[in-house]
Nanobody, 124 residues
Framework: AQYLVASGGGSLLPGGSLRSPCAAS????????MVWFCQVRGHGRGGVAA????????NYAATVKGRFTISFDHAKNNLYLEMNNLKVEDTAMYYC?????????????????WGQGTQVTVSS
């Protein structure tokens, strides 16, 4: 089974930047996709950014496009989410997830392995 550990959360001022890693225990290079979701307390999880491992095809939610970048380091088996120009509305718990599939999907139902979440708080 896949084991994921997300970290790198924190408290920042609006406009700040953060890079969060998610360590993956194993993955299938040819069929895997990985994703970052965010969740505000009392609300469902929303897809933020996804990547297809085979060819690094990415997919972003409209609210973060141009500000966030998802990437995967094959040498370290680490997924990353680089967040720039952070806004107060980006405040949430961020989860990484993984699963087999063809597309870099932002739908939570397409993923079956989940990390424990890391909190990102943006406030002035």
């Amino acid at each position: 089974a896949q084991y994921l550990v997300a970290s790198g959360g924190g408290s920042l001022l609006p406009g700040g930047s953060l890079r969060s890693p998610c360590a993956a225990s194993t993955y299938n290079h040819n069929t895997y996709r990985m994703v970052w979701f965010c969740q505000v307390r009392g609300h469902g999880r929303g897809g933020v950014a996804a990547i297809r491992i085979r060819d690094a095809t990415t997919n972003y939610a409209a609210t973060v496009k141009g500000r966030f970048t998802i990437s995967f380091d094959h040498a370290k088996n680490n997924l990353y989410l680089e967040m720039n120009n952070l806004k107060v509305e980006d405040t949430a718990m961020y989860y990484c997830a993984a699963g087999d599939g063809r597309f870099a999907s932002l739908w939570h139902g397409d993923y079956d392995s989940w990390g424990q979440g890391t909190q990102v708080t943006v406030s002035s």
